[in-house]
């Protein structure tokens, strides 16, 4: 069972910018995802990065304002949010997911799961 523990949540104004971390239990190749739900829509994926090869893929409506990275630590994952904007007001989550999927995985392909971290955007 892998642990998965998002931080770094919080409220920004419009605009800014924001840097969440994912902290798992374990060490080793995992493909690791961001996802975020916004109330009254479904769970979206944001973006994946397989920590073996540092390989990354960003759903094409996230391209562009995301940045997924690896931690110092080769059991953390950050996404960066850039120039956010009221829409990405949310609850962000990471999860490890099945690897070799070369895209951003789907809800359902993902095992383990955190708890969220909240982000407000105001305007």
């Known amino acids: 069972e892998v642990q998965l523990v998002e931080s770094g949540g919080g409220s920004v104004q419009a605009g800014g910018s924001l840097t969440l971390s994912c902290t798992l239990s374990?060490?080793?190749?995992?493909?690791v995802a961001w996802f975020r739900k916004a109330e009254g829509k479904e769970r979206e994926a944001i973006a994946s990065?397989?920590?073996?090869?540092?390989?990354?893929f960003y759903t094409d409506s996230m391209k562009g304002r995301f940045t997924i990275s690896e931690g110092d630590a080769n059991n953390k994952v950050r996404l960066q949010l850039n120039k956010v904007a009221p829409e990405d007001t949310a609850m962000y989550f990471c999860a490890t997911c099945i690897t070799g999927l070369l895209r951003t995985p789907r809800v359902n392909e993902c095992g383990y799961w955190g708890q969220g971290t909240p982000v407000t955007v105001s305007s």
């Open positions: 990065l397989y920590t073996g090869d540092g390989r990354a």
């Open positions: 374990t060490y080793g190749a995992l493909n």
